[in-house]
């Protein structure tokens, strides 16, 4: 059964996190690492913008966002541009994809699945729209999906990046400033719009036991900031 640590962040700031993965990616292509890890954490009020996006998907100028006191970040990751904030979990796995084929596909719906799962035993029946990634209530994403795959060519893996946003509690006002991952007919909701707002520290209870059932791995709580 493969083994994966699981890190609490709590608040960290996007750019930091960021640094975060990029240096210990490197640090797994160099050989000098070999555990997967799941950081779990907050941001501050963020907007970022992924390969697919564009800043014409943000509504509002750069001095509305600093009123509002929301940064800006462009990513590596897969998707257009979405929001982070206090409230919302934010899961950045950093995994070698080896036992799963190196399935890209195959990860992502399974990091759908993880929310499924845990939206199910708050009795929310939640799925997947085609075409489009993340989990979904009804015409509504609870839960964000944007990842990065990065090729380690000498061992003959991919190393995973980036991850999944929650929506527990966050400002869902601060949503209605962008085009959340390019996408207008749909909207976004959240625990707390559902009536189910969770604490922190029991939603990441729940998602690393979801997350451990649907991966099939052994998870250990590492409580230190990585």
Not at 41 to 69: C, F, K, M, S
Request: charged fraction near 25%; aromatic fraction near 8%; glycine fraction near 12%.
């Amino acid at each position: 059964m493969p083994h994966c640590t699981v890190y609490d962040l709590g608040l960290l700031e996007y750019g930091a996190a960021f640094d975060l993965q990029k240096q210990y990616i490197r640090q797994r292509l160099e050989g000098v690492e070999e555990e997967d890890r799941l950081l779990l954490l907050e941001h501050p009020p963020v907007y970022t913008i992924g390969r697919a996006g564009g800043e014409a998907n943000i509504r509002i100028d750069a001095a509305t966002r600093a009123q509002l006191g929301i940064a800006r970040h462009e990513v590596d990751r897969g998707g257009d541009v979405t929001y982070h904030g206090p409230g919302q979990l934010v899961g950045y796995p950093l995994l070698s994809l080896t036992p799963w084929g190196n399935d890209v596909r195959r990860y992502v719906r399974m990091l759908e699945e993880v929310g499924i799962v845990l939206l199910a035993e708050l009795g929310l029946t939640a799925g997947r729209k085609e075409g489009l990634s993340g989990v979904w209530i009804g015409q509504e994403k609870i839960c964000a999906i944007g990842v990065k795959v990065n090729r380690d060519t000498e061992r003959g893996r991919f190393l995973t990046s980036h991850g999944f946003a929650f929506n527990n509690e966050p400002d869902l006002s601060h949503f209605g400033h962008i085009v959340p991952c390019g996408i207008t007919e749909f909207g976004v909701t959240s625990l707390a719009k559902l009536g189910l707002a969770l604490p922190m520290d029991e939603l990441k209870r729940r998602w690393t036991a979801a997350f451990a059932q649907v991966f099939e791995v052994e998870v250990e709580i590492d409580n230190h900031r990585t």
